[in-house]
């Protein structure tokens, strides 16, 4: 039988809770995504629910269009990996995408590395270390109410602390969505040319709204 899903919406129409058989993401397959589609596409923003082996299809199709690719872990659980992530992980994985955007312990999870949250500023700056795990791929590692700490392909680095400055517990509304909120404004910027500070600033401000909102997506980054 095909999956099924139940959702719940609010008045206003915005999802409350759902019920979903997840094992539908076993059947995604790269064939899902059209040649035309890909060839169109700015930019392509993979997660780590996609299955390993159509995951690096996907990529590959992605590369050799020119097509910039985004890899969002989506959970330390994912970078972890069972048996048919292994392979994957263990070929340098971050260094096939773009860009990505861990936190620090999916980070450290992907990359098998043993260290806390502030020891990620001195690692990035490793040098050949670093450039051997992550060479050509553009390092957002996101870190709260620290900010984004971020690296790019050209071993430049650089530190986005959240606008206005850290919210306080009784300013955050809702963040469900947030971490979502900040890809879709970096993606927003950065295919349109915005430098890569510029971009990760820009997914700061739609990261902060979002935790303002009682909606995952607040209505100003709807329009």
């Not at 959970?75 to 990505?100: H, I, N, T």
Request: glycine share 14%.
């Amino acid at each position: 039988p095909p999956p099924r899903s139940v959702g719940f919406f609010d008045g206003g129409g915005q999802p409350v809770a759902g019920v979903a058989d997840m094992n539908v993401l076993e059947r995604l397959t790269s064939t899902m995504l059209p040649d035309g589609l890909l060839a169109g596409a700015d930019m392509i923003v993979f997660d780590g629910n996609i299955p390993p082996s159509q995951l690096s299809l996907m990529l590959r199709r992605a590369r050799a269009t020119g097509v910039k690719t985004l890899f969002e872990p989506t959970s330390v659980a994912k970078c972890r990996g069972g048996v048919e992530w292994r392979p994957f992980l263990q070929a340098d994985c971050l260094m096939q995408f773009d860009y990505a955007t861990p936190n620090v312990e999916e980070l450290t999870e992907m990359l098998r590395l043993t260290m806390g949250e502030d020891d990620v500023a001195q690692w990035l700056e490793g040098g050949p270390s670093v450039e051997g795990k992550v060479n050509g791929c553009s390092l957002l590692v996101t870190r709260g109410s620290a900010g984004v700490l971020w690296r790019s392909n050209d071993g430049s680095m650089g530190l986005e602390p959240p606008p206005g400055g850290p919210l306080g517990g009784r300013d955050v509304v809702n963040a469900t969505g947030c971490g979502d909120c900040f890809v879709a404004g970096f993606v927003h910027a950065a295919v349109r040319g915005t430098p890569l500070a510029e971009s990760v600033a820009f997914g700061q401000r739609c990261a902060r709204a979002s935790l303002g909102s009682e909606k995952a997506v607040p209505e100003e980054l709807e329009e």
